[in-house]
C-alpha cells in the first residue's frame, strides 16, 4: 500500500470512528439546551412527554468536502402511563438515531448508523434500560443495559461476543440519551457549570457542560436568542477520546430548544442545525 492510500485509509477510519462517536455527543445537543433555563421540582409536568420529534442535519466544512451533506440525527419521545405501584408518574419511551447521508458514504467508502432505545422513570427521572445498535460498514454491535437503583448497579452486555460487564454508578444515572431529557430540568447560568453521571457501553463518566455566552442567531425557527452552550465530551476520561471542542445554541426560552451546533476536530469543522420539529402526539 502507498503512503498516500495509506493516509486516505487511516484518515477514512478516523472519520468514521469520529463521526460515529459524533452521533452519541449531538445526543447531547438537546440536554445541553435545556440546561440554561430553570431548575424544576419533581413532578412538574414534562413538555417532552405529550411527544417530541427533533430532526438535525449535519455537513462538513473543509476542502472538497466542504457543505457536504455527513449525517442526520432523529430524537423522538414518547410517554406511558402504566400502573407500576410508584405512583402516576409515566415511563418514557426515547429514541435517538444518527445515520450518513448525501455524498459522504460514496466519499469515504462506508455507511454508519447508530440507534438508541431508553427506558426511562419521569419520577426521579433516571434511565431505567438502554438497547444501543452500532453499525460501521459491515460491522455490527449491539449492547444492552439494565440499571438497577437499589444496588446502584449496571449491567452492561455486548451481544456480538456475549460479554457482560458490571458497574456502579451515583445517582441519578443517565445513558447517552436519557440525559438528553435529564438536563431539560436542570438550571446553568452563563458562566456557571454543571455535571451529571452518564453511563455508556460498560463506562460511567462526568459529563460537565458549561455557559458561555448569550447571543442572537438565525434558525430554523427565525432569529431567536440564544445561549452558547461547551459540553466537555472531549478527552483522555471523556466520551470521545480525541481532542476537538462541541458548541451548541439553544433558544433563550420556554422552547429550550437546541437549534445549532459546531464540531471542530484537526480534519476540519462540522456544521449541524436543526431542521425539522413536530410534536405528534396531542396535548
Known sequence: MSKSNYSGL?????LLALLVRLGIAIVFLAATASATLGQEKQGTPLTF???????????????LLRGIDVAEFHFQSTSEQISRGVGDAPLLHLTGDVVSKGLFPRIAGFKFHQHIESVADAEPFTVLRTKKLDEQGKRIKEFEATF??????????EHSNSSSTSVDFSEPIQDVLTVIYYLRTQKLDVGQSFEVPVSDAGRVFGLSVKAVE???????L???QAIRIEPALFGDTALV????????WITDDDR???VRAQLK???GTFDIKLKRLSYPQPK
Request: aromatic share 8%; proline share 2%; charged share 35%.
Open 214 to 220: 448569550r447571543k442572537e442567531i438565525d434558525s430554523v
Open 265 to 267: 476536530v484537526d480534519i
Open 256 to 258: 429550550r430548544l437546541p
Open 10 to 14: 487511516r484518515n477514512r477510519q478516523f
Open 49 to 63: 412527554a405529550r411527544g417530541e420529534e427533533l430532526v438535525y442535519q449535519a455537513e462538513f466544512t473543509r476542502g
Open 148 to 157: 438497577n437503583h437499589e444496588t446502584r448497579k449496571a449491567v452492561w452486555t
Open 222 to 224: 427565525g432569529r431567536v
Open 241 to 248: 477520546r480525541a481532542r476537538g471542542t462541541l458548541s451548541i
